[in-house]
């Protein structure tokens, strides 16, 4: 089947196992995609500084991932008993920004990949809406079967977002220029790169337990329970879902 350039999104697979190389070489230029300034981004149990910063995803960009992961593991079937609520993370944020920079069609570095899971996706010619960037990560579901199968080609990326105490994400998205995408080159491509701490995707085990919904949370949380999630300290302001 052929595809015009224009039009052209991939995922790549996500290993759980150390990456193997790919024919990837550095782009000859890149440029920052939505390097917006924002203040007091909350990540974890702590906050960023509040000085101004230049990042290489906007705060808007930032929210819609993170409340679509949630909404993902809120809805996963059959249920989760230990789903934890994802937060964002500033570290992991850094990680992604650091490798996207380099604008290569592959994952990365090798030194974080040891304890780091990482999606990534890309499309062709100019950058459209975040969310579409990640929907066939979650289209795989379509091919999984709990507790660990796949009836399709690929399946990891979303059983890494799925994966129940894998609870941290940082992404970042940047354009590139004369970028090798599998053999050929792209003159303008979008690469988003996410990644997740703590790691998922451990070969043979499944990605969360089934169950009532919260009924297998960690102690840390103390039973608190948010739009199906364990969710300490956060509330249902947290997630206006539609």
């Not at 590139?176 to 997740?196: D, P, R, T």
Request: charged content about 15%; overall charge positive; glycine content about 6%.
């Amino acid at each position: 089947m052929h595809y015009h350039p224009e039009s052209l999104f991939f995922a790549a697979l996500l290993w759980a196992m150390p990456c193997m190389r790919a024919d990837a070489m550095p782009a000859n230029a890149s440029e920052v995609l939505h390097g917006l300034e924002w203040t007091g981004l909350v990540t974890g149990n702590s906050s960023v500084p509040h000085s101004r910063r230049k990042r290489y995803i906007s705060r808007s960009d930032m929210n819609a991932l993170l409340e679509y992961h949630n909404r993902v593991r809120s809805q996963v079937f059959p249920p989760a008993a230990n789903m934890e609520y994802m937060v964002w993370d500033e570290r992991l944020a850094k990680t992604a920004d650091a490798w996207a920079a380099r604008c290569i069609w592959d994952h990365g570095p090798h030194h974080i990949m040891r304890h780091t899971g990482q999606n990534l996706s890309i499309n062709s010619g100019g950058y459209r809406s975040i969310i579409e960037m990640v929907r066939a990560w979650h289209d795989e579901r379509q091919s999984f079967s709990y507790p660990n199968r796949c009836n399709g080609a690929i399946c990891s990326h979303y059983t890494q977002m799925v994966w129940a105490n894998t609870n941290r994400i940082g992404c970042a998205v940047n354009r590139c220029s004369n970028m090798h995408v599998f053999g050929s080159i792209w003159k303008q491509a979008v690469l988003l790169v996410c990644n997740y701490s703590i790691k998922g995707n451990w070969v043979g085990e499944p990605p969360y337990k089934t169950g009532k919904p919260c009924s297998a949370c960690p102690s840390s949380y103390g039973g608190a329970c948010t739009k199906n999630q364990c969710a300490k300290g956060h509330s249902r302001k947290h997630n206006r879902w539609t």
